[in-house]
């Protein structure tokens, strides 16, 4: 395929394409969907014309094959940085691994705040009693868990009016979702187990963690309760968030974004937008580009393209089918890489 010849911005304007100054969304986005088919690249995008009216934007990646930084050709670090000096836009690139390390899900320093109180820390032999009463020696979801304690904070962080999140692919991002439930069983199989032990116990000095205080570990539960019920309602109300998915034209592809969609149905996690992207089709036909302006597959001439086209046509017609009452968006697929501001812009011309 030919080799596309990036245009500079005024050029890119000059060939039609109307871009975007700002977007119609609610103060989170996430995008998420099956590995590979493009998040990164709409949540880069979608930022970058978030930020041009002015709204200080963040974007987040918390897939652990980051790719943000070579997106936004920007380095990215860990905590949230601005990376344009003309625009409000920040981003950062959250490390699970890391995030875990140097906090857990309530407490700083990787441990579990009060929890250990509770149930007395470590034994003799070095294990975590928390561990074996939930069925095995380390805590369900941890990684999502760091990843999620950050993510509250920047969605409370008043320097950003708008963050939007390139999720990890589909089977992480649905760990994340059901953390919550997780851990709110979790929650309650600690208080049932402290309960039922506390009459026992109960002239043991010291027994739910020598000089630890029980209470200490109640308002740590106390605390992580509300940081559930904080997560799912900003993840459940339509006016504060949008979970977009992202789906390549491909049968495959099709099937398992109707089952990502199903999943967030099912934890009331609203869903508007459905964007198909690297669609074989010209750029004129989606942002009102001059379609001498940019290379496009020869639909004509190309008996691949022709082919390929065809199998793409099915996976449309089965897509609008599958997500009818949701705004499908369709991005082409481009001659080159899509990475750098230029780019990104013409991607968020086509989500506009």
């Known amino acids: 395929m030919a080799e596309l010849d990036v245009e ?10 109307s871009l975007p100054t700002g977007v119609d969304a609610p103060d989170y986005v ?94 003799d032999e070095g294990e975590n009693p928390l561990g074996d009463l939930l069925g095995g020696g380390a805590i369900p979801g941890a990684d999502e868990a760091a990843a999620m304690r950050q993510l509250l904070t920047y969605l409370d962080d008043d320097r950003f009016d708008r963050v939007v999140i390139d999720t990890a692919p589909t089977g992480h991002t649905l760990r994340l979702l059901e953390l919550p439930e997780v851990m709110d069983t979790m929650v309650g199989r600690l208080l049932q187990f402290r309960q039922r ?21 109640m308002a740590d539960l106390d ?21 977009r998915v992202v789906m390549v034209p491909e049968e495959m592809s099709v099937v398992e974004s109707k089952r990502l969609l199903s999943r967030l149905e099912e934890f009331e996690i609203p869903v508007s937008t459905v964007v198909v992207n690297r669609v074989m089709e010209n750029l004129a036909d989606v ?25 793409q046509q099915g996976a449309l017609s089965s897509a609008q089918e599958l997500f009818r009452g949701h705004d499908v968006k369709r991005v082409p697929l481009f001659a080159d ?16």
Request: with cysteine; net charge negative.
């Open 8 to 17: 500079p911005v005024e050029r890119v304007e000059d060939a039609g394409v």
């Open 30 to 123: 996430l995008y998420g969907g099956k590995g590979g088919v493009g998040k990164t690249t709409m949540a880069a995008a979608t930022a970058l014309a978030s930020a041009r009216d002015g709204t200080a934007t963040l974007v987040v990646s918390t897939d652990p094959a980051h790719s943000l930084s070579d997106t936004l050709e920007t380095e990215i670090a860990a905590e949230p940085e601005r990376i344009r000096e003309a625009i409000p836009l920040f981003a950062a690139e959250i490390d699970p691994d890391q995030a875990l390390e140097a906090g857990g899900p309530l407490g700083e320093g990787g441990d579990l705040g009060g929890f250990e109180g509770l149930l007395g820390g470590e034994n």
């Open 197 to 217: 032990m506390q009459g026992m116990f109960e002239g043991v000095k010291g027994m739910f963690g020598g000089d630890a205080d029980p209470e200490a570990g």
């Open 223 to 243: 605390e992580l309760r509300e940081r559930i019920e904080r997560l799912r309602s900003v993840l459940r109300d339509p006016t504060k968030t949008d979970f």
């Open 287 to 311: 942002a009102g580009a001059d379609p001498d302006a940019f290379v496009s597959p020869d639909l004509e001439g190309c008996e691949f393209c022709k082919r390929r086209w065809k199998v």
């Open 337 to 352: 890489e899509v990475r750098g501001e230029q780019m990104l812009e013409l991607v968020a011309a086509c989500l506009d």
